[in-house]
Structures are given as C-alpha cells and as structure tokens.
C-alpha cells in the first residue's frame, strides 16, 4: 500500500518562502516519477515539479521555473519541494504523487493518470 504524507504548508505572504515535504512509504518501482501537482478551488489539478528516479532528471512548470526547487533524501524516502518568491496565484492545495514508469517533463501535462496520491498540504500566499 502506496503511502505518501505532505506537511510543510502554511500561511506565508507574497514574496516569502515554504518547503513542502512528502514522505514515501510502501512501495517499490524499477522506475517511477514522484513529484508535486496543485490544486486551488474551482481549477484542475496542474503540474508544478517531478523527478525522474530512473535518470535523475528534474522538471518544472513554466510558472514556477527558476522560484521552485524539487530535491530527494533517498536514506529518508523524502521529496521536498523548496518555494521561493511566492505569489498569490501560488495559493492552492499541494499533492504528492507518485507513478510507475519511465516519464520526462510531459509527465507534468496531465494528472498521472495511474498515480498514487497523498491527501495534500494547503498552501496560502497573501498579497
């Protein structure tokens, strides 16, 4: 069983910063994507950042290109997502989610449609 937690969402004015954390349990791929999507009401879920474990590979949304930073600890099956230079329009509900496969960047076009998910971590940035 597919365990993802979130934690790190909060509260931060515009300008500021957060780093979201998800812990991973319970599973074990040759090769997957793990990463964040976001959700603020009344929109779809879009994606903001994943990694590739199968080559390392890193890949971001154009809006949040050069603010966002996504990292690993693989001793601590932990992904983090590192925010910078928040805006308002950052403010959504953030998922960590997890797929089996081979994915590069495309993987953020579309919810994985086979994914595992965590019950997400609100994030709310006031001008």
């Known amino acids: 069983e597919v365990q993802l937690v979130e934690s790190g969402g909060g509260l931060v004015q515009a300008g500021g910063s957060l780093r979201l954390s998800c812990a991973a349990s319970?599973?074990?791929?040759?090769?997957?994507?793990i990463g964040w999507f976001r959700q603020a009401p009344g929109k779809e879920r879009e994606g903001v950042s994943g990694?590739?474990?199968?080559?390392?590979?890193?890949f971001y949304a154009d809006s949040v290109k050069g603010r966002f930073t996504i990292s690993t600890d693989n001793a601590k099956n932990t992904v983090y997502l590192q925010m910078n230079s928040l805006k308002p329009e950052d403010t959504a509900v953030y998922y960590c989610?997890?797929?089996?496969?081979?994915?590069?960047?495309?993987?953020?076009?579309?919810?994985?449609?086979?994914?595992?998910w965590g019950q997400g971590t609100q994030v709310t940035v006031s001008s």
């Open positions: 989610v997890v797929e089996e496969g081979t994915y590069g960047s495309a993987w953020l076009a579309r919810p994985p449609p086979s994914g595992s």
């Open positions: 319970g599973f074990f791929f040759d090769d997957y994507a």
């Open positions: 990694i590739s474990r199968n080559d390392g590979r890193t």
